[in-house]
């Protein structure tokens, strides 16, 4: 058997992926399993998954129709038997991909934005659910295959090397924070859609790390994320003067979480970092947005929810798998992250480290 795990959303969702690919793996042995994923991070959390014979990634979105019809039409060149598309991907463009790779099954959820189209694209489906995880939502997948469950417990996997695992042990040994607590922090959010709109603001982390100084001036703070986070990163230094901050050049996903695996706390709003977070098993501390709820809480792990007093359990109103955007204006979105006082998450910090 070949089956294929279509994975395009965000680079997290990836993780949810993990215990589905896991699963399939226990229940079909000897098949060929691979995976495909649109970004460069999502590839990177899946490279030496050993569960995968091969993991392909594409943009597809951006690249020209011709290129990605191309690229498309090589895979379906691998025959394969099942493709499955994972949750959460509600863009019909990656039920479309299915379509065109073509296996005979092409299993997926039905979103509020599935109609007539959708079901000429995949065949069959099953409703998503709200109600449960989006790790929950893909293992019901298995019914379509006549398998079940055979793991004892399901959690995010992600496959650390040597190399990645010592080059965190060094960067700790240089900066001297063997004896010392960790804070990690990770300042950005998704990139897709209006999702920049749901980070805390800047100056609220800002005067968090001044207040922590205060407060636990042991505490070393960890500053996480790519070249979209430099410039926060450099303004966080400026303003601050520096002291007790740290902020690693790391080269790859998987590098960064043997980093974060060594901290004692990790602070995030709800980004493929907080997942990253929970695969290496850290205690989290979640700054809620609009884009909260139960499909996408750190899977198997313990956090505290930082609560948005604007969301005030509206969270699906703002929110859906229909690939639309947030729901609000650019302003109501700010005022809304910004109603998220510094001493709330001050005091949950303190609470939880």
């Known amino acids: 058997m070949n089956i294929l ?4 959303a ?7 992926a993990t215990p589905l690919i896991h699963e399939l793996r226990a229940n079909f042995p000897q098949a060929t399993i691979d ?22 990634q594409r943009d597809i979105a951006t ?12 895979l379906r060149r691998n025959r394969y038997d099942v493709s499955l598309n994972t949750h959460p991907q509600s863009n019909r463009l990656y039920r479309a991909v299915a379509r065109v790779i073509g296996a005979p099954v092409r299993i997926s959820h039905e979103y509020e934005c599935s109609g007539a ?4 694209l995949v065949n069959e489906t099953i409703l998503q659910d709200y109600s449960r995880h989006a790790v929950e939502n893909n293992l019901a997948f298995l019914n379509f295959l006549d398998a079940a469950p055979k793991l004892p417990e399901h959690r995010y996997e992600l496959f650390l090397t040597d190399t990645e695992r010592v080059w965190a042990e060094n960067y700790v040994a240089q900066q001297k924070l063997q004896s010392r607590s960790m804070l990690g ?6 990139g897709t859609k209006n999702l920049a709109l749901r980070r805390w603001p800047l100056e609220n982390y800002i005067e968090l790390v001044r207040r922590l100084r205060e407060k636990k001036p ?3 703070v960890l500053f996480f994320g790519g070249p979209e986070e430099q410039s926060d990163h450099e303004k966080i230094q400026a303003m601050t003067g520096g002291g007790n901050l740290f902020f690693p050049k790391t080269q790859n996903l998987r590098q960064a979480g043997a980093l974060i695996g060594k901290c004692r706390l990790f602070l995030s709003v709800d980004t493929s970092l907080m997942h990253i977070a929970a695969a290496m098993r850290v205690k989290q501390v979640v700054i809620e947005t609009p ?3 139960k499909p996408i809480e750190p899977y198997e792990n313990p956090f505290t929810l930082v609560k948005n007093p604007a969301v005030a359990g509206r969270n699906l109103e703002y929110y859906r798998y229909d690939a639309a955007d947030i729901k609000g204006t650019r302003e109501e979105l700010l005022r809304c992250m910004a109603s998220v006082k510094v001493e709330d998450v001050l005091e949950t910090i303190m609470k939880t480290i």
């Not at 965000?10 to 949810?16: H, P, S, V, Y």
């Not at 590839?43 to 569960?51: A, H, I, S, V, Y």
């Open 5 to 8: 795990v279509i994975s395009l």
């Open 10 to 16: 965000g680079i997290g969702d990836t993780l949810f």
């Open 35 to 56: 995976a495909f994923v649109r970004w460069p991070g999502a590839k990177g959390l899946l490279e030496n998954n050993p569960r995968l014979n091969s993991v392909y």
């Open 63 to 74: 690249e020209s129709k011709i290129s990605a019809l191309r690229f498309l039409l090589s």
């Open 117 to 120: 189209l959708d079901r000429l």
């Open 185 to 190: 922090i990770h300042v950005g959010s998704g």
């Open 218 to 220: 042991e505490l070393a």
């Open 291 to 293: 884009t909260w709820n």
